[in-house]
């Protein structure tokens, strides 16, 4: 019931998209310290169900997932696959992720004055968790591409979750309607973190460094 089983196969038997991206960097960190190529194996294998899921899912053939956040995990992990298994921009990789980024941006509305929406069915819903890593993806898309179009996206997310998903002291909310300090969570924080820390190594804008260390 809180964490441990003594069988875990019997913990869930559903299928949950975002540890499916989790898998992957699992994979890619392993690949990357051993060399093993079953490593590389079991991420396509992993990448190949999630079609077939999100084909039974959604009736789509690609990787649509209706959680803005679990997508962003998702194309962060397709970027690291891509940079250790890829072969330029015509890598399954890197399509994925710059798929699944085109379908993130149409999750920012005007709502609450910005921000990306936390799934497709709830526009007034703006969490920490799928803001703070979409600056991350398109902060990578930058230094990937070096379109000023990516990190204008990763600037202006930036500044919204800064004024709107932030407390006084620099911890994350989890969500613009959340001021309960008992509703902060560890991965909001790091996300954040991992966020500013990525425009500061494009801009050297000690605002962004600043921010970091605050968090």
């Known amino acids: 019931r809180h964490g441990w089983h003594p069988n875990p196969e019997l913990c869930n038997d559903g299928f949950n998209y975002w540890w499916m991206a989790h898998a992957i960097d699992v994979f890619v960190d392993a690949y990357r310290r051993t060399g093993d190529r079953d490593y590389r194996t079991r991420a396509n294998e992993v990448y190949n169900a999630m079609l077939s899921y999100c084909q039974r899912t959604y009736n789509r053939n690609d990787l649509w997932n209706g959680f803005f956040d679990d997508m962003e995990w998702m194309a962060l992990a397709s970027m690291r696959a891509d940079d250790e298994w890829g072969s ?3 890598s399954r990789w890197s399509n994925a992720a710059s798929q699944l980024w085109e379908w993130i941006k149409v999750g920012w509305n005007d709502n609450h004055g910005g921000g990306i929406q936390w799934n497709d069915q709830s526009p007034w819903s703006k969490n920490a968790c799928s803001n703070a890593p979409a600056i991350i ?14 990190l204008d ?6 500044e919204w979750q800064s004024a709107n998903l932030l407390f006084d002291n620099g911890i994350v909310k989890d969500s613009y309607d959340q001021n309960d300090w008992g509703w902060t969570f560890t991965y909001n924080q790091g996300t954040w973190i991992g966020a500013c820390m990525e425009l500061y190594d494009i801009t050297h804008d000690e605002k962004y460094y600043n921010a970091a260390v605050k968090t």
């Open 88 to 90: 330029g921009l015509e």
């Open 137 to 150: 993806i398109a902060a990578r898309m930058y230094k990937r591409t070096q379109e000023s179009s990516h």
């Open 153 to 158: 996206w990763a600037k202006k997310i930036w």
